[in-house]
């Protein structure tokens, strides 16, 4: 039982166009999510997050959308530069404590290419 | 501030075998989350350690067990290698306490076992 996932395996972008990465959710308890990039044989890079009591949050090019009635949320990356090429993962945890304590669920991972 | 680090980064078993994987968290964190990262089945969260003490544990065979000490430093060990064991290591520290915008993750390089 998938409860996070990211229904494209890879996405092609030409640089300096608009990067949008998906992820659907299916547990209604979770109400934080984490973007994080990866590169192989590396660890993930925390990008970005937002919680449940928002729909958007933005940190310089990268930004979250949340559609909590969809469970869907999204990563925009504008505009996309090819150093933002690597993997992205999207992580769902619920809160409070309980028995989620430390326990983020990931997404499959989408292949991001930003070509020059 | 210095990353989460992990020791050692690249680890070959033989089938059997036991292996102990180390974590140092961000200076401050109290909690050490533990994942397995494999092609298959992507990254799935293995435990959480806070304060010395598992609060939380994923579906994995007890063979998977790890332990913190009080300097908030873990250990993950895994007794009795299986082939399907090989897989990249990834602890995540955070402060540990619930709140939507203080427990974001922040992840080690990781260790690649490989088990032979």
């Known amino acids: 039982d998938q409860q996070v996932k990211q229904n494209s395996p890879s996405l092609s972008v030409q640089e300096g166009r608009i990067s949008i990465l998906n992820c659907d959710y299916t547990?209604?308890?979770?109400?934080?999510f984490l973007w994080y990039k990866k590169y192989p044989a590396e660890g993930p890079t925390f990008l970005i997050s937002?919680?449940?009591?928002?729909d958007k949050n933005e940190d310089g090019r990268f930004t979250v959308f949340l559609n909590k009635s969809a469970k869907h949320l999204s990563l925009h990356i504008v505009p996309s530069q090819p150093g933002d090429s690597a993997v992205y993962f999207c992580?769902?945890?619920?809160?409070?404590?309980?028995?989620?304590?430390?326990?983020?669920?990931f997404g499959q991972g989408t292949i991001l290419t930003v070509h020059p | 501030k210095a990353g989460v680090t992990q020791t050692p980064r690249y680890l070959i078993k033989t089938r059997g075998q036991q292996v102990t994987l180390s974590c140092s968290p961000i200076?401050?964190?109290?909690?050490v989350s533990w994942y397995q990262q494999t092609p298959g089945q992507g990254l799935q969260f293995l435990f959480e350690y806070f304060s010395e003490t598992q609060r939380n544990k994923g579906n994995f065979p007890g063979r998977f067990s790890g332990r913190q000490f009080s300097n908030s430093r873990s250990e993950m060990n895994v007794s009795t290698l299986e082939l399907g064991d090989s897989a990249l290591y990834l602890c995540?520290?955070?402060?540990?306490?619930?709140?939507?915008?203080?427990?974001?993750?922040?992840f080690g390089p990781g260790t690649r076992l490989t088990v032979l």
């Open positions: 200076s401050g964190h109290r909690s």
């Open positions: 992580a769902a945890n619920v809160y409070p404590g309980g028995t989620s304590y430390g326990k983020l669920t």
């Open positions: 937002i919680s449940s009591i928002k």
């Open positions: 547990n209604s308890m979770f109400d934080y």
């Open positions: 995540a520290s955070s402060s540990g306490w619930s709140g939507a915008d203080t427990d974001t993750q922040y």
